[in-house]
Nanobody, 126 residues
Framework: QVQLVESGGGSVQAGGSLRLSCAAS????????MGWFRQASGKKREGVAV????????TYSDSVKGRFTFSRTNANNSLALQMNGLKPEDTAIYYC???????????????????WGQGTQVAVSS
């Protein structure tokens, strides 16, 4: 059984920072792709930052590039997302996700992932 549990969400003013964490249990760490998605109210879920664990390559969405930093720690099976320079449009529920698929064309595509955490709310006020 794969489990992903997010933590670290909250409310912050524009320009502030938050750090999200995701604890992976089960065989999640053998997943090929792992990362973060978000879903704003009334919008589709979108990829934020993901890692190809085989190559170590991290892919960021254009909307967060330069502001968010993804990290993965093998020792304690955890993922993190450091979010700096937050904007009101970053407000969303943030999800941790994992996929065992091999070599996908678009690792930021929601359809790649079948393992999801329960989500954590991030709210950014102007």
């Amino acid at each position: 059984q794969v489990q992903l549990v997010e933590s670290g969400g909250g409310s912050v003013q524009a320009g502030g920072s938050l750090r999200l964490s995701c604890a992976a249990s089960g065989y999640a760490y053998s997943s090929r792709y792992m990362g973060w998605f978000r879903q704003a109210s009334g919008k589709k879920r979108e990829g934020v930052a993901v890692v190809d664990t085989a190559s170590g390559v991290i892919t960021y969405s254009d909307s967060v590039k330069g502001r968010f930093t993804f990290s993965r720690t093998n020792a304690n099976n955890s993922l993190a997302l450091q979010m700096n320079g937050l904007k009101p449009e970053d407000t969303a529920i943030y999800y941790c996700a994992a996929s065992k698929r091999l070599r996908v064309a678009d690792p930021l595509s929601e359809s790649v992932y079948s393992i999801w955490g329960q989500g954590t709310q991030v709210a950014v006020s102007s």
